[in-house]
């Protein structure tokens, strides 16, 4: 079959580290997500269809010959949905549907124009394909669920022509790398052909060299761009960071290239991000420094994705400290005085309220009115709850702005307006904050 028993092999252990950390995910947290176990069933149904899969493909590679009427004249492969198109024709569904998409109006094999392009299911020749793996002991295919995902051998020697391109000329590297940042925008089929090889990525960012990415801008413009594609893709993901080349070169193109560039380096890091041990491997190649630098040049077109980046990265415990070394609170809290992206910024505010020394560096930026200013003035209950978890941290660490607090709650009564109508976590934290200050008043009125 199309498939190499080794690119089966990778995407089978793929699924199955994936499928561990969400397993473990599952039994060790006593409140977890659905989404994580919809995930986990999701990738164990992945794992079994590729199990299924392989079967037939290792029966059919061991020499059964599959008649050459079961065959989709398009992938040359055993039909898992036959259809027929309105020349007669029978074709597997995701191959053709896939041709019509591409715009295509006539039959592949007749070159006839269409007169429609209503999809008939050919059920005579499904029954007869299911007999047929029936008697030679094999299972059915099961038809593909997404016509996006299908590929042919053809994307696939396409692909690997594009690929060799990466160790020739200049024209032929620019040529080639804005073909394939096309293709992997435009066919999620492309993306997943990434993961059959352990050599393409290392091919297709043969052209940067490290320190020297952004020799040709418009070359590592492309390239990057189709780091960000491939990372779209979920199998690819762990595949992408764990690649010695890409963290380096994606940190490397966040402070060098064309500013749209820099923001796909980011927003690749974001999506690569999603992965619990990727947040690890990119928290400590040092990309803090860079996404916050970034961030405080404060262009509009890389903002957003830099602060989704930091955000994801710094769920993990391990990576708070490093934005934090890197300077990431005086930044953030820099553009929140100056009304940039708030509610992005604040969301990490509230996540580095759990780090000692992020809740200090707040204290002494005059964090306080800020942040007592966007609760009485955002119609943003996200933003309220944010501010007032931030305000909670700095009140538990540092007693020195009770006073500050107080007079703030006697003149305006902010907190105890959140505490009677905020969200359920906000009025936690306003009663905390307020209990707190209602004590210590009542101890300095005994004394």
Not at 98 to 125: A, D
Not at 245 to 251: A, D, E, N, R, W
Not at 322 to 331: D, L, N, Q, S, T
Request: proline share 4%; glycine share 4%.
């Amino acid at each position: 079959m199309a498939k190499t028993d080794k690119a089966v092999a990778a995407k089978a252990t793929e699924l199955k580290k994936e499928l561990q950390r969400l397993v473990k995910a599952i039994v060790d947290e006593d409140d977890y997500k659905v989404e994580t176990a919809d995930k986990a069933i999701r990738t164990l149904s992945s794992l079994k269809d590729l199990k299924l899969n392989t079967s037939l493909s290792l029966r059919l590679d061991d020499g059964l010959a599959v008649p050459q009427e079961f065959r989709c004249p398009i992938s040359r492969e055993l039909m898992k949905d036959p259809v027929v198109l309105a020349t007669g024709q029978t074709y597997d569904r995701p191959f053709i549907q896939r041709w019509l998409n591409e715009g295509h109006r006539t039959c592949p094999q007749t070159q006839q124009v269409l007169s429609h392009t209503v999809l008939t299911s050919n059920q005579l020749v499904g029954e007869m394909i299911s007999q047929w793996c029936k008697e030679h002991g094999v299972d059915a295919p099961k038809p593909v669920q997404n016509i996006d995902e299908v590929v042919t051998d053809a994307d696939r020697d396409y692909l690997n022509s594009l690929l060799d391109k990466m160790s020739r000329s200049l024209p032929d590297q620019k040529g080639a790398a804005k073909e394939l940042r096309r293709l992997t925008k435009r066919m999620p089929s492309f993306r997943g052909l990434f993961g059959e090889s352990t050599n393409a990525i290392h091919q297709l960012l043969n052209p940067l060299s490290p320190g020297r990415a952004d020799t040709h801008p418009d070359l590592q413009e492309d390239l990057i761009t189709t780091v960000l594609n491939l990372s779209i893709h979920d199998n690819n993901k762990r595949l992408v960071a764990e690649n010695p080349v890409v963290i380096p070169l994606l940190i490397e193109s966040l402070k060098s290239g064309t500013i749209q560039t820099r923001t796909n380096a980011a927003a690749a890091l974001f999506t690569l991000s999603a992965l619990d041990t990727n947040k690890l491997i990119i928290g400590k190649s040092g990309a803090f420094k860079p996404l916050i630098d970034l961030l405080d040049e404060g262009h509009p077109l890389a903002m957003k994705d830099v602060a989704s980046a930091i955000f994801n990265l710094c769920i993990v415990h391990e990576n708070k400290g490093r934005a934090v070394h890197e300077g990431a609170v005086k930044v953030i809290l820099k553009k929140i005085m100056d009304s940039i992206l708030v509610d992005e910024l604040l969301a990490i505010l509230a996540i580095l309220s759990g780090h000692q020394k992020a809740v200090e560096e707040m204290g002494e930026l005059g964090a306080l009115p800020c942040l007592l200013g966007i609760i009485r003035e955002s119609t943003c209950e996200r933003n309220k709850e944010n501010c007032v978890a931030i305000l909670y941290a700095i009140c538990i660490n540092d007693r020195t702005k009770w006073r500050e607090l107080r007079e703030e709650e006697n003149a305006n009564g902010t907190l105890y307006k959140l505490a009677q109508s905020g969200t359920s976590r906000a009025k936690r934290k306003a009663n905390g904050i307020l209990e707190r200050l209602s004590k210590a008043a009542s101890i300095t009125h005994t004394a």
